[in-house]
C-alpha cells in the first residue's frame, strides 16, 4: 500500500481543496503576482491543482491537468514571484489549521516540480 499519511495530515481532498480556495483569494490579492493570472479558468485551475497536490501528497488522485514545464513556460516566472506563491500557500495552510510540519513535508514535495515551473 502507498504512503498516504502526508494525504490524511492535510486533512484529505476536501482539506486540500480548502486550502486551495485559500490560495485562490491570496492571489487574487497579491499584486506581486495577480497579472500572471488574468483570465484565469477558476474552476478548472482550483480542480487541477487540488487534484496534484493531492497525488504529490500520496491520495487517491490523478493530476489531469497540463504539462508542468510548457504551461508555465510562456509566463517566463521569476523567482519572485515562485517565492510569492509559496508564501501565499504557506499562508492557505495556516489559515486552515495545517500543522508547520505537515506544511513543510508538502513544501518539500513541490520543490521537486522548481525547475520544470522556472523553465530551467
Ligand atoms: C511549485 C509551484 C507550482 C505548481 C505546483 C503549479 C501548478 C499549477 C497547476 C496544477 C496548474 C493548472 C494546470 C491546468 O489546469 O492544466 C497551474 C496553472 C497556472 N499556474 Fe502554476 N504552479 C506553480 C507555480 C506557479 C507560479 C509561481 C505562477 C505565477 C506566479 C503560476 C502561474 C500559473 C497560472 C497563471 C496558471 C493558469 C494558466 C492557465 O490556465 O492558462 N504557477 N499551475
Known sequence: TPD??????????S????VVEELLYLIVDD???????RGLDVASFHRHLTDQ?????GGPCTYSGRAMRPLHAEMAITD???NALTENLVLAMER???????????LARLIALYPEVRNL
Request: proline residues 0%.
Open 4 to 13: 498516504d499519511t502526508l494525504y490524511q495530515d492535510l486533512g484529505a481532498r
Open 15 to 18: 482539506g486540500i481543496a480548502d
Open 31 to 37: 499584486d506581486r503576482i495577480n497579472r500572471q493570472f
Open 53 to 57: 497536490l493531492c497525488q504529490l501528497a
Open 80 to 82: 519572485t514571484e515562485f
Open 96 to 106: 486552515n489549521g495545517i500543522a508547520t510540519g505537515v506544511q513543510n513535508r508538502l
